[in-house]
């Protein structure tokens, strides 16, 4: 089971940016599709970004060319690079494996404003 504390979130103004960052506590790491996910005020946790073990991604739609997920195995850490960032991407985001396990950390809260 991955443990990750999730850090850099933040007060920002629409089209600024933000770098998350997941540090996970799990042996294998290296190994792991690791990804990023959300949850909006009043919204169900949504699906942001995945990267495997060999550095493949894949973005959901609302996302797409404005976030770059990133990973380095060497520090057991994840990253998330949020650009153009827009009032909508505001939420808590958490990081986990993909598909998730169970455990999920605090979460670090971003907030866009307009």
């Known amino acids: 089971q991955v443990q990750v504390v999730e850090s850099g979130g933040g007060l920002v103004q629409a089209g600024g940016s933000l770098r998350l960052s997941c540090a996970a506590s799990?042996?294998?790491?290296?190994?792991?599709?690791m990804a990023w996910y959300r949850r909006a005020p009043g919204k169900e946790r949504e699906y942001v970004a995945r990267?495997?073990?060999?550095?493949?991604?894949l973005y959901a739609d609302s996302v797409k060319d404005r976030f770059t997920i990133s990973r380095d195995n060497a520090k057991n850490t994840v990253y998330l690079q949020m650009n153009s960032l827009k009032p909508e991407d505001t939420a808590v985001y958490y990081c986990?494996?993909?598909?998730?396990?169970?455990?999920w950390g605090q979460g670090t809260q971003v907030t866009v404003s307009s």
């Open positions: 986990n494996t993909y598909p998730p396990g169970t455990y």
């Open positions: 799990v042996r294998i790491f290296s190994i792991k599709t």
């Open positions: 990267i495997s073990s060999g550095g493949s991604t």
